[in-house]
């Protein structure tokens, strides 16, 4: 065989074992996704750890971003809260992290924003092999709030949840803002409270909040975390002394929490 044939077929030989390599290596890391529902295109992000496979389910965990993080770039809502901490250390959290963004001029208990969300968490857990029975909410300010929605209004569908300086009611001044959220709001009284733990009673839940927050009152927590308590809830409550509105870097921060988290499961 002369050289030059040779040459040509050691050439074929690498390029083939190459694409062989390249087709079992996943990609992980902060994944680009969209999807669209009801004619719009939503960007939002997801998170595989490095030792991802699709030969085994994994814990799934959706992200909700604060109010500033608002927009359409797909991109902001990954600069603050557990995108922020996973860049910090991503051994710590091994499991599927969906990121979804509230676009300007919406609010994430909206339920059209729900139903982006939840469309994006399902999308992601089908195309990643995620677990059902281990599928977690969190979420920061604004997110806060829509953890706490989540939970109430699809009781049983998340192995735990974590609100982080968020409400369960929204405040005068989000229905302002919001005035369409007023038809299923709580009202800001202990029944109304007692209605809500009620629902997410089975939902083990780890509150944080700053006690010097002045963005989302304390008593927004508290409140939640006294009636959870009264309705025999698994809560659990972590309040920082002296911090402010950014308390979600201290709660990722927590060593306990993923542990905790990730041992949870749904029967």
């Not at 390249?22 to 902060?30: H, L, V």
């Not at 992200?63 to 608002?70: C, D, T, V």
Request: glycine share 8%.
């Amino acid at each position: 065989m002369r050289l030059p044939l040779l040459c040509s077929f050691f050439l074929m030989c690498c390029l083939a074992w190459s694409a062989r390599t390249s087709a079992r290596t996943q990609q992980t890391g902060f994944l680009d996704r969209s999807l669209s529902l009801h004619g719009t295109t939503y960007k939002y992000q997801v998170f595989l750890p490095d030792h991802w496979t699709p030969k085994q389910k994994w814990p799934v965990i959706l992200f909700l971003h604060g109010y500033g993080e608002r927009g359409s770039d797909g991109l902001l809502q990954t600069d603050l809260g557990l995108p922020h901490a996973i860049r910090l250390n991503r051994s710590r959290f091994p499991s599927i992290v969906v990121i979804p963004q509230c676009p300007m001029g919406h609010w994430w208990t909206q339920p059209e924003m729900e139903a982006m969300a939840l469309a994006a968490l399902s999308d992601s857990a089908q195309a990643f092999t995620g677990d059902a029975k281990r599928t977690f909410v969190t979420g920061l300010s604004m997110g806060g709030y829509g953890t706490w929605d989540l939970i109430s209004r699809y009781p049983g569908k998340f192995a735990a949840a974590v609100p982080i300086c968020g409400g369960a009611v929204p405040s005068e001044e989000i229905l302002k803002e919001f005035p369409d959220l007023a038809k299923d709001a709580y009202p800001d009284d202990p029944k109304g409270y007692a209605e809500i733990a009620k629902k997410i009673a089975r939902t083990p839940v780890w509150i944080f909040h700053g006690d010097a927050d002045d963005r989302v009152p304390v008593a927004s927590s508290r409140k939640m975390n006294d009636a959870l308590k009264t309705a025999g809830g698994n809560v659990r409550y972590t309040e920082y002394p002296g911090v402010s509105h950014n308390s979600w870097d201290k709660a990722y921060a927590e060593p306990e929490l993923m542990p905790w988290l990730l041992s949870k499961s749904l029967p």
